[in-house]
């Protein structure tokens, strides 16, 4: 016994999460709105056919009216006809007596047809009513229908942006820019170092330009050939 028990216990644990997983809060309540319109469609079937009885209770009530005057007319002129002499009187109190039964009858069908009125008239009010209440709590879902999926879609994207987030590593980020700094660092030592050779090098040239004075030197030279090819003598000049 006590296994059957655990048996169902999971059979209904399992039922629960997988009604969890089906459930989708947009389908729920785009059903619920499919729900509601067609309740919609049958409550406005429901008044037309409930106002056609009304109108059709209205109409029988003055149809009704109108024969009961009918019939008083033609009792009164029966009267009138055998008062003048015209008719029998016997003959006339008799068909005055049926006209007069026919107008009870006809304001007999009146009372019904008003009472029938009134009800479809309740009835209209209650399903007009209905219709309006439908329609309300159409509108009020559809417009939280669309904020259903706004929300929908800002929580997805914060979902992926935080997963995403989430996924970087970020002492393996940090220990990257710190290599990046460090070869940075090296490259830039190592610039200034080329720097400092190339001024090192530039300084000992114009040291040894300023010692000796190339040009000069180059002169008193050529000044010694020339005076030689003439057989000038240096001395004999001084």
Do not use: C
């Amino acid at each position: 016994m006590n296994f059957f028990r655990r048996l169902f216990k999971i059979g209904e644990a399992e039922a629960h999460s997988a009604i969890d997983k089906i459930e989708d809060p947009i389908k729920m309540t785009e059903q619920g709105i499919r729900d509601m319109k067609q309740d919609l469609d049958k409550s406005l079937e429901a008044l037309a056919q409930v106002k056609a009885l009304a109108i059709r209770a209205r109409n029988d009530k003055e149809e009704y009216e109108a024969k009961a005057q009918d019939y008083e007319q033609k009792a009164m002129l029966i009267l009138k006809k055998a008062q003048s002499g015209n008719m029998d009187t016997a003959e006339a109190d008799r068909l005055a007596k049926e006209a007069l039964i026919k107008k009870e009858e006809a304001q007999q069908h009146v009372t019904r047809t008003v009472e029938e009125s009134e009800k479809f008239d309740k009835s209209v009010a209650q399903l007009e009513k209905n219709v309006q209440e439908i329609k309300q709590n159409i509108s009020k879902w559809e417009n939280e229908l669309k904020t259903l999926k706004a929300r929908v879609k800002v929580s997805n994207a914060t979902k992926n942006l935080n997963k995403q987030m989430a996924e970087i590593d970020s002492s393996s980020t940090v220990s990257m820019l710190e290599r990046m700094k460090d070869k940075v660092n090296q490259e830039e030592a190592l610039a200034e170092a080329y720097g400092d050779i190339a001024n090192a090098s530039k300084s000992i040239d114009e040291e040894l330009d300023k010692a000796i004075d190339v040009t000069e030197a180059s002169a008193d030279d050529d000044l010694a050939k020339l005076k030689a090819k003439l057989g000038m003598d240096n001395k004999d000049n001084n």
